[in-house]
Antibody, heavy 116, light 108 residues
Framework: QVQLVQSGAEVKKPGASVKVSCKASGYTFTGHYMHWVRQAPGEGLEWMGWITPNSGGTNYAQKFQGRVTMTRDTSISTAYMELSRLGSDDTAVYYC?????????WGQGTLVTVSS | EIVLTQSPGTLSLSPGERATLSCRASQSVSSSYLAWYQQKPGQTPRLLIYGASSRATGIPDRFSGSGSGTDFTLTISRLEPEDFAVYYCQQYGSSPMTFGQGAKVEIK
């Protein structure tokens, strides 16, 4: 079955960077875009961008341009999302989600807490 | 950017009742690339509907989606206790892929 397993929770100081991983299994990793979505505490879902694992091409939401980098390692079917210059408003659960007709598979989420 | 506005923000209903949730887009959604998700507290979102009206795998037939262009609806024909949750619509036809702000279905 399709599974996306994300890395564990992180605590970062303001100004730092965080890198979250998402390991895919149960399907052809290069056959589907990987999207990243975040959710601040008590808030809604916010789309951050996608990466196409086949070529490594990316498309980022304008809000995160210049701060986010999405990469992948096809040899281990893993996608990564790195967010730099963290602020307190980046405290959120970060999800990877397999693209296609809607997001039928989601990672379990990675809580990133930004606190001094 | 396509802005999605969901209404009502909160729907208070009893089990067995019908729930109707609306999602209105600021511009036409390409090829009806509109999805609905359910999220319960502490859980990841679950895909219910894609392509505006197609049920995702394993979704009960009490959930149905309809609409096109700028107006979309999610209907839950008879609410079960497990259906009380927050529902999000999302358009995935044009970048950036945007979500509605969410609508809560709560027990009356």
């Amino acid at each position: 079955q399709v599974q996306l397993v994300q890395s564990g929770a992180e605590v970062k100081k303001p100004g730092a960077s965080v890198k979250v991983s998402c390991k895919a299994s149960g399907y052809t990793f290069t056959g589907h875009y990987m999207h990243w979505v975040r959710q601040a505490p008590g808030e809604g879902l916010e789309w951050m961008g996608w990466i196409t694992p086949n070529s490594g091409g990316t498309n980022y939401a304008q809000k995160f341009q210049g701060r986010v980098t999405m990469t992948r390692d096809t040899s281990i079917s893993t996608a990564y999302m790195e967010l730099s210059r963290l602020g307190s408003d980046d405290t959120a659960v970060y999800y990877c989600a397999r693209g296609g007709d809607g997001y039928s598979a989601w990672g379990q989420g990675t809580l990133v807490t930004v606190s001094s | 950017e396509i802005v999605l506005t969901q209404s009502p923000g909160t729907l208070s209903l009893s089990p067995g009742e019908r729930a109707t949730l609306s999602c209105r887009a600021s511009q036409s959604v390409s090829s009806s690339y509109l999805a609905w998700y359910q999220q319960k507290p502490g859980q990841t979102p679950r895909l219910l509907i894609y392509g505006a009206s197609s049920r995702a795998t394993g979704i009960p037939d009490r959930f149905s989606g309809s609409g096109s262009g700028t107006d979309f609806t999610l209907t839950i024909s008879r609410l079960e206790p497990e259906d009380f949750a927050v529902y999000y619509c999302q358009q995935y036809g044009s970048s950036p892929m945007t979500f509605g702000q969410g609508a809560k279905v709560e027990i009356k």
